[in-house]
């Protein structure tokens, strides 16, 4: 408002009468604030030369208030009076633009930020292989020129009359790692741990690949499982069939079977089969024909025939612990775990009179019978997992760490033990099956819902 108006009445005294007074409190034309104070004159009852004027300034106190009344309205629309239409969806449609270019600004920092760790594993990767090609330049280089104290991290040989003496365990992993991966032999050897290959030459593990996802599994059951396909495989079933069961749950009795594993991939079965018994834990193998695995709730194990549907056998493993007595270090009842390799099938566990130290049986692959047991020096719980390859037993460090190894090997030809310390990725942080095929040349895994393989490589023994 241009002004506030302040009206006191009162009584004074003028002449005798009692008549009314005004103060009135205005800004003037500067702005200051001003006070006037006016009476009623007690004699004129008009002052005839300003009579003329009144009208004039009454319309211009009308004209000036509604002047104040339009300025008042225009200053209260703007924070929320009603606005025109078209100014609001211009509004809108501005601001719909900003918040996507802000999307749009959030995504390309986000393909930056995964561009740039591709680029810095690339490095590493590129680091890694250059490193490699120095190791095996330095290798092939003659005893001669080999530099002073590499022979301090060799090995001595067998029956070199040397006595071995006891070290520590950081110099016996960087012992092993020299020893048991003798880089200078694999460029020649690179085809024998090819994928596919059809020598059956065996060797000792020197190498574990980067692990290849093949199918992911889409229900909590999948968490934990098995996926395997047959080494031996008996008509009419091929190579090409792929088998899977989710383990999780009390009565797990469906198996899977795929005509490929890009079947496999998709999530859609070829056929479902309903084992006659439940089986325990992620210790199952298909081989020749027939899925062996450990009926729940007990230590034995049981064949069962995949083209006439039914148990075809099953014997008791005499004093294995089972449902959670000597597990791997992941638990899940994992017990007895089954296991194929070139020389056929194995079963891993432990006993009481073991003392949770691994013991290995072969097995006849039709009756089940034990052929023979072996018994070692690795404490079951104290690994994660573990596989064979031609005839010797390797495990895990870790099913969760991302960078673990393969810390141990046990040879059933020489019943000795040693470690290892070859990498191995965790890439999902929970493994909870682990085997070898001999056929593919491959390790298959269940890492936490996902079906992955590792190519390996294995040297001449």
């Not at 104070?37 to 007690?42: D, G, H, I, K, N």
Request: with cysteine; proline share 6%; charged share 25%.
């Amino acid at each position: 408002m241009l002004g506030v108006w302040l009206l006191l009445w009162g009584s004074v005294a003028l002449g005798g009468r009692a008549d009314t007074a005004f103060l009135r409190r205005a800004h003037d034309s500067s702005g200051h604030c001003t006070y006037s104070f006016t009476v009623a004159s007690p004699v004129e009852s008009a002052c005839p030369e300003a009579a003329g004027g009144v009208p004039e300034l009454r319309a211009e106190l009308a004209a000036l208030a509604a002047r104040l009344s339009r300025l008042e309205r225009a200053g209260g629309s703007a924070p929320g009076g009603a606005r025109d239409p078209q100014q609001v969806a211009s509004a809108a449609r501005l601001e719909a633009a900003y918040g996507e270019l802000l999307r749009a600004k959030s995504r390309l920092e986000e393909e930056k930020g995964r561009l740039e760790r591709e680029k810095e594993e690339l490095g590493r990767r590129l680091e890694s292989s250059a490193q490699e090609i120095s190791r095996l330049r330095a290798a092939r280089c003659p005893p001669g020129r080999e530099g002073p104290g590499r022979d301090t991290l060799r090995v001595p040989a067998k029956g070199n009359g040397r006595e071995h003496r006891p070290q520590p365990l950081t110099y016996q992993e960087l012992q092993s790692e020299r020893t048991e991966v003798p880089v200078s032999r694999l460029l020649e050897e690179t085809a024998l741990g090819r994928p596919g290959k059809e020598d059956s030459g065996c060797g000792q593990l020197v190498w574990v690949g980067e692990p290849v996802v093949f199918g992911r599994a889409d229900s909590i059951a999948g968490k934990y499982g098995v996926w395997m396909k047959d080494p031996e495989p008996v008509p009419p079933f091929t190579r090409d069939n792929t088998w899977r069961v989710d383990t999780v749950g009390t009565e797990v009795r469906q198996l899977f079977q795929y005509e490929e594993a890009e079947q496999l991939a998709r999530g859609y079965p070829a056929k479902v089969h309903i084992l006659p018994r439940p089986l325990e834990s992620t210790g199952a193998v298909i081989y020749r024909g027939g899925l062996f695995f450990q009926p729940r709730h007990s230590r034995s194990v049981a064949r069962y025939d995949l083209r006439g549907e039914s148990i075809t056998a099953e014997r008791e493993i005499p004093g294995a612990g089972y449902h959670g007595q000597y597990p791997y270090s992941w638990g899940g009842y994992t017990d007895i775990d089954l296991a194929v390799d070139e020389t056929g099938l194995w079963v891993i566990y432990s006993t009481d009179k073991a003392r949770g130290a691994i013991v290995l049986s072969k097995l006849d692959p039709d009756t089940l019978e034990i052929r023979r047991t072996w018994e070692t020096n690795i404490r079951k719980r104290g690994v994660a997992n573990s596989f064979l390859i031609c005839g010797t037993l390797y495990t895990v460090s870790s099913y969760s760490a991302p960078n673990a190894t393969i810390n141990f090997a046990y040879d059933t030809a020489t019943g000795t033990s040693r470690a290892l310390s070859i990498p191995f990725e965790n890439r999902f942080r929970y493994l909870s099956m682990l085997d070898y095929n001999p056929a593919e040349r491959q390790l298959f895994a269940w890492d936490s819902f996902n079906m992955v393989t590792y190519p390996v490589r294995l040297s001449r023994a």
